[in-house]
């Protein structure tokens, strides 16, 4: 991470923020008026909040490129001039539509980007209010909520972390051996 551009770090920063707004909002972490918890936010919420927001914002961050990938020596004998037949007249060079299929993605990043949505949407059911969660009342009622579901958040909240810190570190290792498609 240290030789991240510029880039990287802001597109790290936006989606922390953003993370940040999209799991305290809802969850009555932040304060608005928007929503009124019925339960006090309780002290291990705003770090597990927080961390999963930096977590997720620098997962994203990975999946920007670091720069441009230079074409290979020879790379140019597919191109043609834009709009019109192959000439010699110094016309804008473009490729072919047909040769550039869309880059598809890997099997093997399928689980990867999982684990970070399924981290995001759990880190947001561990610091929401137990009994403001819908699913919750609905499937085990309000004092099963306070009951069950409480007790369990704080490991909610720690599995959270750990999935979102696997995720990233998971990316961190591959992302220089199996760069983007450019």
């Known amino acids: 991470m240290r030789s991240w551009p510029l ?14 707004l999209a799991i305290g909002v ?3 972490v932040i304060p608005t008026p928007f929503y009124t918890r019925m ?6 919420n705003y ?19 670091m720069a441009p990938a230079a074409p290979a020596a020879g790379a140019d004998s597919h191109l043609v001039p834009f709009g019109r037949a192959a000439s010699t007249d110094g016309a804008p060079w473009a490729p072919l539509p047909a040769e550039t299929p869309p880059p598809k993605e890997p099997a093997a990043e399928r ?7 399924i981290g995001g949407v759990a880190s947001a059911f561990a610091v929401g209010c137990p009994i403001c969660n819908k699913l919750v009342v609905l499937a085990i009622g309000v004092s099963g909520a306070l ?3 409480a007790p369990v958040q704080p490991a909610l909240g ?14 961190l290792r591959t992302a220089t051996a199996c760069p983007l498609p450019s």
């Open 47 to 65: 770090p597990v909040w927080a961390i999963s927001s930096v977590l997720e914002g620098l997962l994203v961050a990975t999946y920007v490129r």
């Open 147 to 149: 009951t069950y579901w």
């Open 111 to 117: 689980p990867r980007t999982a684990r970070a949505l």
């Open 7 to 20: 880039r990287r770090w802001l597109v790290a920063a936006a989606v922390t923020v953003l993370a940040a």
């Open 39 to 44: 339960t006090p936010v309780l002290w291990w």
């Open 158 to 171: 720690v599995a959270t972390v750990a999935l979102l810190t696997y995720a990233l570190v998971r990316r």
């Open 26 to 28: 809802p969850t009555g």
